[in-house]
């Protein structure tokens, strides 16, 4: 690892981020214009990445002290009680939205409020759990008709919400949660896991027999295709359970789609929305690359030594291209990472997107060894 290269990024995410922290106070960010950024909590409280400005702040705080972090930190877990008290605004996403605001929150001070906060979001997702199909839904009927067009509907992002319910078990003591997240894990890793290691984004069962229907496009090129930032969700996810675990399927099926992932980068080490996507339009996504870059940091410490030096150097190397070419280091734009793009099919492309800013830092923290990590759960024993 070069340690210089990491120093000298993680001086500069400082040096930026204090001034975007204290001139974004109150905001809870999603993309920006104009290089400012925007405040999804007045528009969309039940955003799904409404946690992530928390979750930077956090990691910020934890690596610095300094109380701005604190303060919009704190700022943003409070505005999201809104989303706890609207029920159509409860998904699967809980865990991206409480574990980095309440859980992390509660890691760093034992507040019993944020503990408080976290438990009721676990006991929401633990309840979006079909039993016959052993999978959590996705989504609530978008409709908002209650008309059950979802009611099958799981998605290989979930993988990363897992950790809110495996952390609630360790929390209460109650192994309900644990089965709940093993469960849904076990249903991803047979339905959604390619042979090739390609992982499907979206899958519809049954909700009345738990059959297996079809998969989904979602936000990749189409049908079959090989969305990245969804093969970036299964890594990460799917070592996440493993780490909470001990489960060899799950660090073997999070190896896989890493093999399949590191396979596909291309020469230039950006990263493309799909890796099955048509050359032209070449739409990138960053927050794949930094999504990515953080499961492989991971995984590299759960194999042995040679093994990991594999994942850990192609981490290297897409962080390395995105702090290089991909990264906005003007103190006076709030953005961090560009060319940032939700979907392959959306009007917009190549933006800012708040989770790729945090995701970036995480896998620098990871490499400073200054992260709070907020996923799993690192004091176990585990076999490599």
Known sequence: MDKT???????????KEKKVAERSR????YTTKDGVFDDKGKTDICWWTN???????????HATGEHVYLENALATESRLDANLMTRQGMDHDSGFKWLPTAVAHYQMTGDTAARNRAL?????LAGRFNPVGRFIRAWNDWSGKEDGSFAGRAIIDCMMNLPLLYWAGDELQDPKFYHIAKMHADTAARYFIREDGSAKHIVDFDANTGEYLHSVGGQGYGHGSSWTRGQAWAIYGFLLSYLYTGEENY??????VADYFIAN???????PVDFRQPESPA?????AAAIAACGLLELAKCVPEKEGDKYENAALEMLKALADRRCSWDEDTDNLLEKCTAAYHDAEHEFSIIYGDYYFIEAVWKLMGKELFIWGNRNKSLPI
């Open 26 to 29: 109150g905001k809870i960010p």
């Open 51 to 61: 946690g992530f400005w928390g979750g930077m702040m956090w990691q910020l705080y």
């Open 120 to 124: 009721l979001a676990a006991d929401n």
């Open 5 to 15: 290269w990491v120093s000298e990024v993680y001086e500069k995410i400082l040096a």
């Open 251 to 256: 660090r073997a099926v999070s190896r896989k």
């Open 283 to 287: 739409y990138e996504d960053s927050t």
């Open 265 to 271: 980068i291309p020469d230039s080490k950006l990263i």
